[in-house]
């Protein structure tokens, strides 16, 4: 039975924020993606933030092993996953302990209350039962033995163990919410068809368990009403709903299949950056090839020998790894060689927060290798746009024939949002420097004069033969060489080939204001957080504030320093001790202020609006 035919008048919302929390095996993760899934195939606008543990599997009922995900949808622009939730589906005491905060008083606590036992009381460190000491008395708490009543919907099911009827619990919250924000179950029935096709028992329990769910909350009186978030207004075409990671691996898919070389893939599993190599190795038959390498280096020099091959060539990985490809991306460099590293960003130093968000490796991509190593440097700053900047990433590696570091973050990696379906044949063309003959005194560091680019010759084509290797070479004929001057030549002319970049990258456009009192400045990932808040005190009267969001790095764009001179303060906000303010000091002589942040979370509507207000009082 589907739920299509349930008939109700449910509130109109402009948008909610619904955060689901419990352990790690509870399927918070699935739970808020189908939701989120749902939601889109609706229409709404989405921004979704999965949070969780960096334990495979940390100790059942502890603090530190509660995992969540939230979600943010709407009828309006939705920029971000939100702040306050509305909601908080909270399967158990840890959940609720570490979740309550963020949600807003008078607002909704669904609660398990079979998981609140005086055993999982005492992991959480209660000292006392939130639900009967009178704590949760700001809120709406809906108490539900999700478990018992999920059990009971089961009992006549054949073929399940009592482990797989309690993992079902998770769809029983989530019939109740679709019926709570007037969601049909339709999708994710179908979602379980395909999921266990060949378990059909699972099938039946989940179908179940989801619809039982959703008419609990229809009859239960403590749910007065439903409520309605109606279809957002977006450009016309057709749109799925994308994590960051599947669309940067789209990006490089659409990026091979327009310049027409096979795209090849050398990397080493590391959170967050391993859903790129298992998205791409599933189309083989787009011609892409996969090396699961045994550590860092192998991935990045497997990449540079494709690379010499003939292949469009990336590596990915995240801040430890970087920090291990640093000596072969100075050879990428050196040899310059197209090539694309992916750095999906996380907590740090060391291994830190592997499952957190942080922007911290900026100042390595830029400054750590040794010797005068530039390379070109771009950052993705949505979920969907990772799809944009893996494309732009390929292009300018192919075009100006030196390494592309691409810098995304656990944050816009993990996250989804909804992306508008394009063509390849739509993209902008890539013009690779590849030669196909031998043309009269060529040598292997022939350059385009427009570009500095040197041309790509591959090896097997006759009269091609040339070496290239870490040793310096002399400028024209390639031979290794240690003459001063040609050290000199040499070491310039790859720095002025990263600068003329900027020839081929948009310049900055503020948004919201050209000049005024105030410009906030982001780079990457916390784009969508800042506009938020930028858009926020905008349409409270404040019309002095621009935006200006930075998505190349190395070079910057052209127009950079006139458009910080024409604010009279200028705010950079990242979630580092301030790294791209010293870049910014370091290029122009102009005072930049910051307001940073490291927690292993973005930032947060509410901080950023107030430090606004604070600089335009």
Same mark, same amino acid.
């Given at each position: 039975m589907t739920t299509t035919q349930i008939k109700h008048h449910p509130e109109t919302l402009e948008a909610v924020i619904i955060r689901f929390v419990g352990d790690s095996g509870d399927g918070m993760q699935l739970t808020g993606t189908q939701f989120s899934d749902t939601s889109a195939m609706f229409g709404n606008d989405i921004a979704t933030f999965p949070n969780y543990p960096a334990e495979i599997r940390a100790p059942q009922g502890s603090l530190y092993g509660v995992s969540g995900f939230q979600v943010h949808i709407g009828s309006v622009e939705i920029s971000t996953p939100g702040d306050e939730v509305d909601l908080l589906v909270a399967m158990n005491?840890?959940?609720?302990?570490?979740?309550?905060?963020?949600?807003?008083?008078?607002?909704?606590?669904?609660?398990?209350?079979?998981?609140?036992?005086?055993?999982?009381?005492?992991?959480?460190?209660?000292?006392?039962?939130?639900?009967?000491?009178?704590?949760?008395?700001?809120?709406?708490?809906?108490e539900v033995t999700?478990?018992?009543l999920t059990k009971e919907a089961l009992k006549d099911v054949e073929g399940l163990d009592n482990k797989s009827i309690t993992r079902s619990k998770n769809m029983f919250a989530l019939g109740m919410v679709y019926?709570?924000?007037?969601?049909?179950?339709?999708?994710?029935?179908?979602?379980?068809k395909k999921k266990f096709q060949s378990k059909p028992a699972l099938i039946e329990a989940n179908t179940k368990v989801l619809n039982t769910g959703y008419y609990f909350a229809e009859t239960l009186e403590l749910i007065p009403n439903a409520y309605a978030i109606a279809p957002a207004k977006m450009e016309a075409g057709t749109y799925r709903i994308i994590m960051g990671n599947t669309a940067t691996a789209w990006g490089f898919l659409a990026a091979s299949e327009k310049c027409g070389l096979d795209l090849f893939l050398g990397s080493y599993p590391i959170t967050p950056a391993s859903d790129i190599l298992h998205e791409l190795a599933k189309h083989q038959h787009f011609g892409v090839k996969t090396f699961q390498a045994e550590d860092e280096i192998a991935g990045i020099t497997s990449a540079i020998g494709a690379s010499f091959g003939g292949n469009l060539?990336?590596?990915? !990985?995240?801040?430890?790894?970087?920090?291990?490809?640093? /000596? %072969?991306?100075? &050879?990428?460099?050196?040899?310059?060689? +197209?090539?694309?590293?992916?750095?999906?960003?996380?907590?740090?130093?060391?291994?830190?927060?592997?499952?957190?968000?942080?922007?911290?490796?900026?100042?390595?991509?830029?400054?750590?290798?040794?010797?005068?190593?530039?390379?070109?440097?771009?950052?993705?700053? !949505?979920?969907?746009?990772?799809?944009?900047?893996?494309? /732009? %990433?390929?292009? &300018?590696?192919?075009?100006?024939?030196? +390494?592309v570091v691409l810098l995304t973050d656990g944050y816009i990696a993990n996250g989804s949002a909804p992306w508008k379906i394009k063509s390849v044949k739509d993209m902008p063309e890539i013009k690779s420097k590849i030669i196909r003959e031998a043309k009269e005194n060529w040598h292997p560091y022939d350059r385009d004069d427009t570009t500095l680019a040197r041309f790509w010759a591959i090896p097997g084509t006759p009269g091609l033969e040339h070496r290239v290797g870490g040793l310096e070479k002399d400028r024209v004929s390639g031979n290794v060489s240690y003459v001063p001057d040609n050290h000199e030549y040499m070491v310039n002319i790859r720095a002025e080939k990263i600068k003329r970049v900027q020839d081929a990258i948009p310049e900055l456009k503020p948004e919201f204001v050209d000049s005024g009192d105030l410009?906030?400045?982001?780079?990457?990932?916390?784009?969508?957080?800042?506009?938020?808040?930028?858009?926020?005190?905008?349409?409270?009267?404040?019309?002095?504030?621009?935006?200006?969001?930075?998505?190349?790095?190395?070079?910057?764009?052209?127009?950079?320093?006139?458009?910080?001179?024409?604010?009279?303060?200028?705010?950079?906000?990242?979630?580092?001790?301030?790294?791209?303010?010293?870049?910014?000091?370091?290029?122009?002589?102009?005072?930049?202020?910051?307001?940073?942040?490291?927690?292993?979370?973005p930032f947060g509507n509410e901080e950023l609006v107030q430090k606004f207000k604070q600089l335009v009082k």
């Open positions: 005491p840890a959940g609720l302990k570490t979740n309550l905060h963020a949600v807003k008083p008078g607002h909704t606590i669904i609660v398990d209350t079979d998981a609140f036992t005086k055993k999982n009381l005492e992991k959480a460190q209660y000292e006392s039962n939130p639900l009967e000491d009178g704590s949760l008395d700001n809120y709406r708490v809906i999700m478990t018992s019926w709570m924000y007037d969601r049909s179950t339709d999708h994710t029935i179908e979602f379980f060539a990336l590596t990915t !990985t995240s801040g430890p790894g970087l920090a291990l490809k640093g /000596e %072969a991306l100075g &050879l990428a460099m050196m040899i310059e060689m +197209p090539l694309v590293v992916v750095n999906v960003q996380r907590g740090g130093p060391s291994t830190g927060l592997p499952t957190k968000t942080e922007q911290s490796d900026l100042l390595q991509t830029l400054y750590g290798r040794n010797g005068e190593s530039p390379v070109i440097v771009i950052a993705a700053s !949505t979920p969907a746009n990772c799809f944009d900047f893996a494309y /732009e %990433a390929a292009k &300018l590696t192919l075009e100006h024939m030196t +390494p410009l906030v400045v982001g780079w990457g990932g916390t784009y969508g957080s800042i506009y938020s808040a930028v858009k926020h005190v905008t349409e409270e009267g404040v019309d002095t504030i621009g935006l200006a969001h930075f998505n190349y790095i190395n070079p910057l764009p052209k127009n950079t320093l006139d458009v910080l001179k024409r604010f009279k303060k200028v705010l950079v906000c990242e979630l580092n001790n301030g790294q791209f303010a010293k870049v910014l000091k370091q290029h122009f002589d102009i005072e930049i202020l910051q307001f940073n942040k490291i927690q292993g979370l």
